[in-house]
């Protein structure tokens, strides 16, 4: 069952009496799978594997092992693909893969126009949360024209941990200096959702960009 969806208000635990709303200060958006396709998820390692005639056990056994680390920006995609895929001799060239890891991202022109709503609308600050290697989430900032919507972006390579390990979300929250009751967190996977639940940041379910903007509509933010 899909977490419900949060009420347009919440009530805050400090300097408020009870009962007292507390709006919507800051509003998270997850990027893969929510403004655009996974960066490197199993569909794209899929078509690695078939693109390149890779020994699909052994290559996603050893990413397995790695992608921990490549997330957590404790290796280079570099050293990823050297344990990944360039351990043995291939026919492709390193920037070759990696051309191809790119070209997988594609961006969702109707889910970022949400977010460029609600960026326009001024009443929230925004920022990104999610998982990703630095280069490739350097890449898809670029190719999705994210820059101009999101001031900020907390991704895993440069806080050091992963979605859904709740230090994430504390470490995002520590750093926007926001109340977890004034957050509302967008994100395609349900166990993504719980742990900023837990810390009692308000959260969407995305599925589509029509009941998204629907949802940030009931909640008052467009």
Same mark, same amino acid.
């Given at each position: 069952?899909?977490?419900?969806?949060? +009420?347009?208000?919440?009530?805050?635990?400090?300097?408020?009496?009870?009962?007292?709303?507390?709006?919507?200060?800051?509003?998270?958006?997850?990027?893969?799978?929510?403004?655009?396709?996974?960066?490197?998820?199993?569909?794209?390692?899929?078509?690695?594997?078939?693109?390149?005639?890779?020994?699909?056990?052994?290559?996603?056994?050893?990413?397995?092992?790695?992608?921990?680390?490549?997330?957590?920006?404790?290796?280079?995609?570099?050293?990823?693909?050297?344990?990944?895929?360039?351990?043995?001799?291939?026919?492709?060239?390193?920037?070759?893969? +990696?051309?191809?890891?790119?070209?997988?991202?594609?961006?969702?022109?109707?889910?970022?126009?949400?977010?460029?709503?609600?960026?326009?609308?001024?009443?929230?600050?925004?920022?990104?949360?999610?998982?990703?290697?630095?280069?490739?989430?350097?890449?898809?900032?670029? +190719?999705?024209?994210?820059?101009?919507?999101?001031?900020?972006?907390?991704?895993?390579?440069?806080?050091?941990?992963?979605?859904?390990?709740?230090?994430?979300?504390?470490?995002?929250?520590?750093?926007?200096?926001?109340?977890?009751?004034?957050?509302?967190?967008?994100?395609?996977?349900?166990?993504?959702?719980?742990?900023?639940?837990?810390?009692?940041?308000?959260?969407?379910?995305?599925?589509?960009?029509? +009941?998204?903007?629907?949802?940030?509509?009931?909640?008052?933010?467009?």
């Amino acid at each position: 069952m899909n977490p419900p969806l949060a +009420k347009p208000a919440l009530e805050r635990s400090e300097g408020r009496a009870s009962g007292e709303a507390v709006d919507v200060e800051l509003v998270l958006f997850d990027i893969g799978g929510v403004l655009g396709s996974n960066g490197w998820d199993a569909e794209q390692r899929a078509a690695a594997v078939e693109a390149f005639g890779l020994d699909d056990a052994d290559f996603q056994y050893r990413h397995e092992e790695t992608v921990g680390a490549l997330e957590s920006g404790q290796m280079s995609l570099d050293e990823y693909l050297d344990v990944t895929v360039f351990s043995a001799d291939r026919r492709v060239s390193r920037d070759e893969f +990696k051309a191809f890891m790119f070209a997988q991202s594609v961006p969702w022109p109707a889910s970022i126009a949400v977010a460029r709503e609600l960026a326009s609308a001024g009443r929230v600050r925004l920022a990104t949360l999610n998982n990703e290697s630095e280069e490739l989430n350097q890449h898809r900032i670029r +190719k999705f024209g994210l820059h101009d919507i999101f001031p900020t972006f907390f991704t895993s390579c440069w806080l050091g941990v992963r979605k859904p390990m709740r230090e994430m979300y504390h470490r995002a929250l520590g750093m926007a200096q926001a109340d977890p009751r004034a957050v509302l967190f967008i994100d395609d996977r349900p166990q993504n959702l719980a742990p900023a639940s837990a810390l009692g940041m308000r959260t969407l379910h995305f599925t589509t960009a029509e +009941k998204l903007r629907g949802d940030l509509r009931e909640l008052r933010l467009l």
